[in-house]
């Protein structure tokens, strides 16, 4: 027997030998043939504007089979401008079997009823050289071959090629059918594998297709000595082994098994504020479960879902048949989302549940969704909180907040301080545990406690009975010394369940030794300010007037003192000159006269 390399060299010049690639080769012609041989592998090259047709047939009474291992169009093509047309007979004129395009997913493989076949390949315009290899053989119908094809059904299996570890049979063709139970996939693995080898597989090969057809959904060919794996998309595989008539090896050994995919995961979002609840599930999650949004329901089946493009339910803490329990450190707001099918006898679907929480905790809020499916618990989590806003309001009604920033005040003045919880549950309570003063809006210089752990802490600080979602007292406006001119409001709120009558919010105050043991349900800070006085408004305003006024002025002043200081300097001199004049006149009435100097010399 000759080697493998040695097999490969004498198989490349025997196919050369025989192909039509636009030169003639031994007296084939370079488009189109007529064939008889029992047997013929073609290497056929073509350039733009072809239309080649080959015949073939032959006296036995036997059917042909036509396989073209590759092919190559001009990219660019379309089925409509190029193609292989096969006819089930001697003329393009016998009914079409099929055809071979650029987009075609497959390893065509075309069998006629008789003993004749044409096939036709077709091109554009384009200049490209397309390349296409294809053999055919006869051979007999009722001819059968051990172990060659079948139908697979368990869960996972093993087959073989003909003959294996022995040489596999020419002219073989086998196809196995591998289908395992619904949702799951097919993994296929090869213990052993060995095929001809060529570059482009096209003499002996193993093809993989993804279904039960070998009409499209190739996943992959595969020959030589490699080991390949394949995996399909669904639970059907169809496997296809395909040789020709020279240079046979000892095939391969396969083992299949069924993947099972993971449970799907809940593709499910929760969102809690103070006053609602949210909940977002996927079309395509209850796709997967085999549900739609019409078997899904809350705990109050007549609260219904909004549907787009997914499926949304959003209601008010308070409705929708939710639940609400105070845990001393939290409070929890409970619905459930139960999927299930509804006007049947019996059902083979799993019902599934789905467990929605907000739970409001000290100082954050957790949002915790859980998935029940046949036991099995799948949750997701977020964080969210209550809204609570802190206002001034103009008198002790609460009636009218004061809108204007910076609040400008009279030195001593009550204002009144109110902390409001945004939220549609009518048992919860608002308590002011701690209320602090600074200059500065960040709180990182002096401050001052007007309330601390619910106590008074200033004089002129009165609180308010806890009522409904509001907190409330009043103290008498101040300025910090050193001349800062702002003051800032930070209060530490807490939110108790009403129904609770020990928690924090109904103790009122709790000296720092006690504190402890008092609980509460959530916790959260409320900033409000500036507060300036309006003295400080006043000396402001004032201060900007003459700064305006001078502008305007200054000109006109400059002008004046001028004019002012010439008047001056005139008057000056008139001065200096009448009371030189003056002195001069009395002299002489005095009999003092001018007298020269006597002259030293």
Same mark, same amino acid.
């Given at each position: 027997?000759?080697?493998?390399?040695?097999?490969?060299?004498?198989?490349?010049?025997?196919?050369?030998?025989?192909?039509?690639?636009?030169?003639?080769?031994?007296?084939?012609?370079?488009?189109?043939?007529?064939?008889?041989?029992?047997?013929?592998?073609?290497?056929?090259?073509?350039?733009?504007?072809?239309?080649?047709?080959?015949?073939?047939?032959?006296?036995?009474?036997?059917?042909?089979?036509?396989?073209?291992?590759?092919?190559?169009?001009?990219?660019?093509?379309?089925?409509?401008?190029?193609?292989?047309?096969?006819?089930?007979?001697?003329?393009?004129?016998?009914?079409?079997?099929?055809?071979?395009?650029?987009?075609?997913?497959?390893? %065509?493989? /075309?069998? &006629? *009823? !008789? +003993?004749?076949? @044409?096939?036709?390949?077709? =091109?554009?315009?384009?200049?490209?050289? $397309?390349?296409?290899?294809?053999?055919?053989?006869?051979?007999?119908?009722?001819?059968?071959?051990?172990?060659?094809?079948?139908?697979?059904?368990?869960?996972?299996?093993?087959?073989?090629?003909?003959?294996?570890?022995?040489?596999?049979?020419?002219?073989?063709?086998?196809?196995?059918?591998?289908?395992?139970?619904?949702?799951?996939?097919?993994?296929?693995?090869?213990?052993?594998?060995?095929?001809?080898?060529?570059?482009?597989?096209?003499?002996?090969?193993?093809?993989?297709?993804?279904?039960?057809?070998?009409?499209?959904?190739?996943?992959?060919?595969?020959?030589?000595?490699?080991? %390949?794996? /394949?995996? &399909? *998309? !669904? +639970?059907?595989? @169809?496997?296809?082994?395909? =040789?020709?008539?020279?240079?046979?090896? $000892?095939?391969?050994?396969?083992?299949?098994?069924?993947?099972?995919?993971?449970?799907?995961?809940?593709?499910?979002?929760?969102?809690?504020?103070?006053?609602?609840?949210?909940?977002?599930?996927?079309?395509?999650?209850?796709?997967?479960?085999?549900?739609?949004?019409?078997?899904?329901?809350?705990?109050?089946?007549?609260?219904?879902?909004?549907?787009?493009?997914?499926?949304?339910?959003?209601?008010?803490?308070?409705?929708?048949?939710?639940?609400?329990?105070?845990?001393?450190?939290?409070?929890?707001?409970?619905?459930?989302?139960?999927?299930?099918?509804?006007?049947?006898?019996?059902?083979?679907?799993?019902?599934?549940?789905?467990?929605?929480?907000?739970?409001?905790?000290?100082?954050?809020?957790?949002?915790?969704?859980?998935?029940?499916?046949?036991?099995?618990?799948?949750?997701?989590?977020?964080?969210?909180?209550?809204?609570?806003?802190?206002?001034?309001?103009?008198?002790?009604?609460?009636?009218?907040?004061?809108?204007?920033?910076?609040?400008?005040?009279?030195?001593?003045?009550?204002?009144?301080?109110?902390?409001?919880?945004?939220?549609?549950?009518?048992?919860?309570?608002?308590?002011?545990?701690?209320?602090?003063?600074?200059?500065?809006?960040?709180?990182?210089?002096?401050?001052?406690?007007?309330?601390?752990?619910?106590?008074?802490?200033?004089?002129?600080?009165?609180?308010?009975?806890?009522?409904?979602?509001?907190?409330?007292?009043?103290?008498?406006?101040?300025?910090?010394?050193?001349?800062?001119?702002?003051?800032?409001?930070?209060?530490?709120?807490?939110?108790?369940?009403?129904?609770?009558?020990?928690?924090?919010?109904?103790?009122?105050?709790?000296?720092?030794?006690?504190?402890?043991?008092?609980?509460?349900?959530?916790?959260?800070?409320?900033?409000?300010?500036?507060?300036?006085?309006?003295?400080?408004?006043?000396?402001?305003?004032?201060?900007?007037?003459?700064?305006?006024?001078?502008?305007?002025?200054?000109?006109?002043?400059?002008?004046?003192?001028?004019?002012?200081?010439?008047?001056?300097?005139?008057?000056?001199?008139?001065?200096?000159?009448?009371?030189?004049?003056?002195?001069?006149?009395?002299?002489?009435?005095?009999?003092?006269?001018?007298?020269?100097?006597?002259?030293?010399?």
């Amino acid at each position: 027997m000759l080697r493998f390399k040695e097999l490969q060299s004498f198989r490349k010049d025997k196919v050369l030998k025989s192909c039509g690639d636009g030169h003639e080769r031994h007296g084939e012609p370079q488009c189109g043939a007529s064939l008889s041989d029992p047997n013929k592998a073609l290497k056929i090259n073509l350039n733009s504007n072809a239309n080649c047709l080959w015949h073939i047939q032959r006296s036995e009474n036997q059917t042909i089979r036509l396989i073209f291992s590759y092919f190559k169009f001009n990219p660019s093509s379309s089925c409509e401008t190029e193609s292989i047309k096969v006819y089930d007979g001697p003329s393009s004129n016998s009914p079409l079997l099929g055809q071979v395009c650029n987009n075609t997913d497959a390893v %065509p493989v /075309f069998q &006629s *009823s !008789s +003993n004749s076949l @044409t096939f036709l390949i077709t =091109t554009n315009s384009v200049a490209f050289t $397309r390349n296409f290899f294809v053999s055919y053989y006869y051979f007999s119908p009722e001819t059968t071959i051990e172990n060659c094809g079948g139908s697979l059904t368990g869960p996972s299996g093993t087959f073989t090629s003909p003959n294996y570890p022995a040489a596999y049979p020419e002219f073989t063709y086998c196809v196995w059918h591998i289908q395992t139970t619904k949702n799951s996939k097919i993994s296929l693995e090869f213990q052993d594998f060995f095929l001809e080898l060529d570059q482009n597989c096209q003499f002996d090969f193993l093809a993989v297709y993804d279904g039960l057809t070998t009409d499209t959904g190739l996943i992959g060919k595969a020959c030589g000595v490699s080991r %390949p794996t /394949f995996e &399909s *998309s !669904s +639970n059907a595989m @169809t496997v296809v082994l395909s =040789t020709d008539y020279a240079n046979s090896y $000892r095939g391969f050994s396969a083992r299949y098994t069924s993947v099972l995919p993971s449970p799907p995961e809940p593709d499910t979002s929760l969102t809690c504020s103070s006053d609602r609840m949210t909940i977002v599930l996927s079309k395509a999650y209850l796709d997967s479960l085999g549900y739609n949004e019409t078997h899904l329901q809350l705990n109050d089946p007549s609260c219904r879902p909004v549907t787009t493009d997914q499926v949304i339910f959003s209601f008010p803490l308070s409705s929708c048949g939710t639940t609400k329990k105070d845990e001393d450190l939290s409070i929890t707001y409970t619905n459930v989302v139960t999927i299930s099918e509804s006007g049947n006898v019996i059902t083979r679907k799993k019902i599934v549940q789905i467990i929605a929480k907000c739970i409001m905790e000290k100082n954050s809020t957790l949002e915790v969704i859980y998935v029940t499916e046949n036991n099995i618990i799948q949750n997701t989590a977020s964080v969210g909180r209550y809204n609570v806003s802190m206002s001034f309001y103009d008198s002790d009604s609460f009636s009218s907040p004061v809108l204007e920033s910076p609040y400008y005040v009279d030195l001593n003045q009550t204002l009144f301080a109110q902390v409001s919880l945004h939220s549609t549950d009518p048992n919860l309570l608002v308590f002011i545990d701690t209320c602090t003063a600074s200059p500065q809006s960040d709180f990182g210089s002096i401050t001052y406690d007007l309330i601390r752990s619910g106590c008074k802490k200033d004089d002129t600080v009165v609180t308010y009975q806890p009522l409904e979602h509001y907190g409330r007292f009043r103290f008498n406006a101040f300025r910090f010394l050193r001349r800062a001119p702002s003051v800032y409001l930070q209060c530490d709120v807490l939110i108790c369940d009403s129904n609770n009558e020990s928690s924090r919010c109904t103790k009122g105050c709790v000296s720092r030794q006690k504190r402890e043991t008092s609980s509460y349900t959530w916790k959260t800070k409320a900033v409000v300010g500036p507060i300036r006085l309006k003295r400080d408004r006043r000396a402001a305003d004032h201060l900007e007037s003459l700064t305006g006024t001078d502008a305007e002025e200054t000109p006109n002043l400059q002008r004046y003192s001028f004019s002012t200081l010439s008047v001056v300097v005139l008057i000056s001199n008139i001065i200096i000159v009448v009371a030189v004049v003056v002195k001069y006149h009395m002299n002489c009435l005095s009999g003092s006269g001018y007298q020269k100097i006597p002259s030293s010399y």
